[in-house]
């Protein structure tokens, strides 16, 4: 199946979804979620992308970015992923003694019938992203990422999901992440 070009407007902000292969939950490790923002922290200072929003789920991801040049941010992605999947990886091979570690190896692991140079998969191929074009989507798409584990269930509150932008927007909490303005 072909893949369709996409378009990534200069200066344009960027809603990115991705998720981990097979919908795996990964992230519910502690470890895992810090390998998760070490990359990102990395990434962010060697190509200097902004960053206006995060959330990270169990097993998947939204960010709200802008890379320039705009058509950087499928090579941003795919750096992001490579790189997280290789320190994760080699984190779960690491762990054999742990059931759960061992499991989601497995998770990871490519079937035997797939013909390609790569064992293991941890990231879904694909992301998906929404170019968001106002103030008022920019603010959608925060509320959107910030209320995605209290709509899951896995809080009460958004407050209590350290995981997220929120606690930098409303409690001046930069601990895990800053983000940046537009200004």
């Known amino acids: 199946m072909p893949v369709s070009r996409r378009y990534f407007a200069p ?3 960027q809603f990115i979804t991705s998720s981990v292969y097979r919908r795996l939950k990964l992230f519910d490790s502690y470890r895992l ?3 998760f923002l070490d990359v990102l922290r990395q990434l962010r200072q060697e190509t200097g992308f902004l960053l206006l929003g995060w959330v990270l789920m169990p097993e998947h991801f939204h960010l709200l970015i802008r890379a320039e040049p705009g058509a ?20 779960l091979s690491a762990n054999p003694q742990h059931a759960w570690w061992r499991k989601m190896l497995a998770g990871v692991r490519l079937p035997p019938s797939l013909h ?9 191929r694909r ?11 920019r603010r959608e798409k925060l509320n959107y990422m910030h209320n995605n584990p209290v709509k899951r269930g896995l809080v009460e509150s958004a407050e209590q999901w350290p995981w ?20």
């Open 11 to 13: 200066g344009q902000l």
């Open 33 to 35: 979620r810090g390998v």
């Open 72 to 91: 950087s941010t499928s090579a941003l992605l795919q750096e992001f992923k490579k790189r997280s999947a290789q320190e994760i990886v080699s984190l």
């Open 116 to 124: 390609c140079d790569s064992y293991f998969r941890v990231w879904q």
């Open 127 to 137: 992301f998906y992203p929404y170019g968001v074009y106002s103030d008022k989507k």
């Open 164 to 183: 997220s932008s929120h606690r930098f927007y409303y409690l001046n909490d930069s601990s895990l992440l800053s983000m940046d303005s537009l200004v």
